[in-house]
């Protein structure tokens, strides 16, 4: 079944890890994750020319666009985010996370960086980078019923 990029969702956990308190985050635009792979050389004269790779460890970003709105709570949390280097727990999420069957990536993330765009014909807006760190172990979730 196809999913329109207008139903999926993205939340910060306001609550604990053990206890997530999820709130919706509405000044975000357009929502880009990034899952990767490092890898290592493991090429040998026996793969008959060909380079062979040993995947290691896995790689994870988001990038997201978002309306510049210094009242908006959210906005404002990836900001402090951004400046303080705290961590957020984020649910990027295909549906409603108290929807059964929604399915996303549950992670605790940085702000690596946060570009403002002040075009001289519209509105001012955020774009963020936001990589994966240490806390809540990255995971896709399955929302059950």
């Given at each position: 079944m196809e999913i329109r990029g207008l139903d999926c969702k993205a939340y910060r956990n306001t609550g604990t890890s053990e206890t997530p308190t999820w709130d919706l985050i509405e000044c975000i635009e357009d929502l880009?994750?990034?899952?990767?792979?490092?890898?290592?050389?493991?090429?040998?004269?026996?793969?008959?020319?060909?380079?062979?790779?040993?995947?290691?460890?896995?790689?994870?970003?988001?990038?997201?666009?978002?309306?510049?709105?210094?009242?908006?709570?959210?906005?404002?949390?990836?900001?402090?985010?951004?400046?303080?280097?705290?961590?957020?727990?984020?649910?990027?999420?295909?549906?409603?996370?108290?929807?059964?069957?929604?399915?996303?990536?549950r992670a605790t993330v940085q702000v690596k960086s946060m570009p403002l765009e002040q075009p001289l014909a519209g509105v001012v807006k955020a774009a963020a980078t936001l990589v994966i760190t240490r806390g809540t172990p990255p995971a896709w979730m399955t929302v059950s019923s």
């Amino acid at each position: 079944m196809e999913i329109r990029g207008l139903d999926c969702k993205a939340y910060r956990n306001t609550g604990t890890s053990e206890t997530p308190t999820w709130d919706l985050i509405e000044c975000i635009e357009d929502l880009s994750i990034g899952l990767d792979h490092s890898s290592e050389d493991v090429s040998t004269r026996g793969g008959g020319g060909w380079k062979q790779e040993r995947l290691t460890l896995k790689e994870g970003s988001v990038d997201v666009g978002l309306l510049y709105d210094t009242e908006d709570d959210d906005f404002q949390e990836l900001l402090d985010a951004y400046f303080d280097e705290s961590k957020i727990e984020v649910a990027l999420m295909d549906g409603p996370i108290a929807t059964a069957g929604s399915q996303g990536l549950r992670a605790t993330v940085q702000v690596k960086s946060m570009p403002l765009e002040q075009p001289l014909a519209g509105v001012v807006k955020a774009a963020a980078t936001l990589v994966i760190t240490r806390g809540t172990p990255p995971a896709w979730m399955t929302v059950s019923s």
